[in-house]
């Protein structure tokens, strides 16, 4: 896992730097609106049957959620707006949680970084470790820029909703997740 996290995190730094420190200050202009590729239906599926590792090293699939509302939250530990966030995705998992809603963090960091965190700040969603190849789906899925923090909104039918590059808000988020749970 370390000799392929490497690539991944220079991707994710480089990115970062190339949206002119947007993910690293949070007064900044925002990142270019996102756009989804032609080919994001077969790769969200390859998304949520790819096995990833929670903190404890045990495999994982998102598919595991379906029908349910899933915000699918990409980040990492070493990333402000992503560690900004966290207390809200947290907050509204926990409001959410019987409405059919699930948050999934999906981090570009170690498991040993993301399991100190969630103890650290009580995470109470699941946390997994992304593999390489997860930064190219994200960039297939709308995040062009491949910057982070990046988030998905999928309906209860597995359908895209909403995709945010950059923090996404409490209230936004929760306005889409009232939206999606009332049907």
Not at 19 to 37: H, I, K
């Amino acid at each position: 896992m370390k000799k392929t996290l490497k690539p991944l995190l220079a991707l994710a730094l480089a990115a970062g730097a190339g949206l002119g420190g947007y993910m690293l200050a949070e007064n900044d202009t925002p990142p270019p609106p996102v756009t989804l590729s032609t080919s994001k239906d077969s790769t969200l599926q390859t998304l949520l049957k790819a096995p990833m590792p929670d903190v404890a090293g045990k495999p994982q699939q998102l598919a595991a959620y379906k029908g349910q509302v899933l915000v699918l939250n990409f980040w990492a530990t070493w990333c402000p707006p992503c560690r900004k966030e966290m207390p809200d995705l947290a907050t509204l998992q926990q409001k959410f949680a019987g409405k059919g809603v699930q948050v999934v963090g999906v981090s570009i960091d170690t498991a040993e970084n993301v399991k100190t965190f969630q103890q650290q700040y009580k995470i109470p969603f699941p946390l997994l470790i992304a593999e390489p190849e997860v930064a190219q789906w994200t960039t297939e899925l709308g995040n062009t820029a491949a910057g982070l923090p990046f988030t998905l909104v999928l309906d209860k039918n597995g359908q895209i909703r909403h995709a945010k590059l950059g923090q996404i808000s409490a209230p936004e988020l929760e306005n889409l997740l009232t939206d999606l749970t009332r049907s």
